[in-house]
């Protein structure tokens, strides 16, 4: 007998874990104010400036980084053709003066906005790319949060 979990059940629980993940905690698994925009909307400039590893990366690259990522499976789970990716170029915000900090968080923003109005369209969930672009984000995301999060004892 095939078992399957409806889509509104996957697809409200997909989206209380990113909301989590970036927006607020709800206690799912984030303590409280460890969002992704809480932690970043509370870093100045020079602190997301700050490099936090030997090759350079700075909480202003990581969140760039997070954004482009969220684009190219954004696009996977739209069914977009993808061509080759440089995955380098995500990395390339190192520095950021009040004006390009401002500019990362809202482009990443404006990422996220786009992957939850794409989960949220989505009826059938039987793409390709569907269900893994959708759990790599939110797996992705942490990772990088806990990074973000670790290093914050530094900057």
């Excluded at 932690?39 to 936090?52: H, M, R, V, Y």
């Excluded at 909480?59 to 954004?74: C, I, K, P, Q, R």
């Excluded at 190192?94 to 500019?103: F, H």
């Amino acid at each position: 007998m095939a078992h399957s979990i409806p889509v509104d059940v996957f697809r409200r629980e997909l989206l209380d874990l990113l909301e989590e993940t970036f927006e607020k905690t709800q206690g799912i698994y984030l303590d409280r104010g460890k969002s992704l925009f809480e932690i970043l909307d509370a870093l100045s400039p020079a602190q997301a400036s700050t490099p936090i590893s030997p090759a350079g990366n700075t909480l202003a690259g990581h969140a760039e980084h997070v954004g482009f990522y969220l684009g190219v499976l954004t696009d996977c789970m739209e069914q977009k053709p993808i061509g080759k990716i440089d995955w380098q170029e995500s990395w390339k915000v190192k520095a950021v003066d009040e004006a390009a900090w401002s500019a990362v968080r809202e482009r990443l923003r404006d990422a996220h906005r786009r992957t939850i109005r794409t989960i949220e369209s989505l009826e059938t969930w039987e793409g390709e790319d569907d269900i893994g672009a959708a759990l790599a984000i939110l797996a992705h995301t942490a990772s990088h949060l806990g990074a973000i999060l670790q290093a914050m004892h530094r900057v």
